[in-house]
């Protein structure tokens, strides 16, 4: 009933910047919590930022100061800015969804993942 459309990623070297949009399309009435998490090879999947309906935001440790998650609610789109990558961010990155569908049901949804490399 909900697709998330991830954007964004790509190779960049260390010290650069990417900027990551996850589009959210479907019988959608409100979206309560939005966010990103990321998985390297080996790895559990870990969160790295998330932000609610209202503008609050909780990042990773290893992100803060480095990573900016900010929203459009009218357009339904979720973005990641990330400045500095260092090579230990290199993973897939998934975009999540917390989602109040139009039948009332509440349901939480994952993007298909968009992979992010630092390359030297």
């Known amino acids: 009933q909900v697709q998330l459309v991830e954007s964004g990623g790509g190779l960049v070297q260390p010290g650069g910047s990417l900027r990551l949009s996850c589009a959210a399309s479907?019988?959608?009435?409100?979206?309560?919590?939005m966010g990103w998490y990321r998985q390297a090879p080996g790895k559990q999947r870990e969160l790295v930022a998330t932000i609610t309906s209202g503008g609050s935001t909780n990042y990773a440790d290893s992100v803060k100061g480095r990573f900016t998650i900010s929203r459009d609610n009218a357009k339904n789109t979720v973005y990641l800015q990330m400045n500095s990558l260092k090579p230990e961010d290199t993973a897939v990155y998934y975009c999540n969804a917390d989602v109040q569908l139009r039948n009332w049901y509440r349901n939480d949804y994952w993007g298909q993942g968009t992979q992010v490399t630092l390359s030297s």
């Open positions: 479907g019988s959608i009435f409100s979206i309560y919590v």
